[in-house]
């Protein structure tokens, strides 16, 4: 249960800091295309936790739904922030960020799978 209230509050997370209007934003540039590389990380954080909370449900071919749920949220926020005047807009090299996020998501979920595994036959 902990899992999917982890799950929960972290979407909610990315909701909001999708939709604050950029001046409650730091304008901080670190490099170039550094925003890319964070929507990229946020969205890799999301496909991990989810992963993480319905690890027995998301086995096989059903690793594809992961992928779906992340390409449609980050394509809502991207499209909420271009309808909703907030000073921000849609951004489709910000979307390809976002879907590029669950595949170091999902590595990083295959991997830290593989060391519980690997944890637990060693004792």
């Known amino acids: 249960m902990l899992k999917k209230i982890l ?9 909001l800091l999708s939709l ?6 730091p304008d901080v540039v670190l ?3 550094a925003d890319k590389l964070i929507h990229c990380c946020m969205y890799a954080g999301l496909t991990f936790l989810m992963f993480w909370a319905w690890a ?9 739904i992961p992928l779906l ?16 005047g907030l000073g ?10 976002n879907m590029a996020g669950f595949f170091p998501g999902w590595i ?13 036959q060693s004792k």
């Open 69 to 84: 749920i992340v390409a449609v949220c980050g394509f809502v926020m991207e499209l909420l922030q271009g309808l909703l």
């Open 108 to 120: 990083l979920w295959i991997w830290v799978k593989k060391i519980c595994a690997s944890w637990g």
């Open 20 to 25: 604050l209007p950029p001046n409650d934003l």
């Open 31 to 33: 490099f170039i295309f």
């Open 88 to 97: 921000r807009t849609f951004d489709l090299w910000d979307q390809f960020s």
């Open 56 to 64: 027995e449900r998301l086995t096989g071919n059903k690793f594809l």
């Open 7 to 15: 799950f929960f509050i972290y979407l909610l997370l990315i909701i």
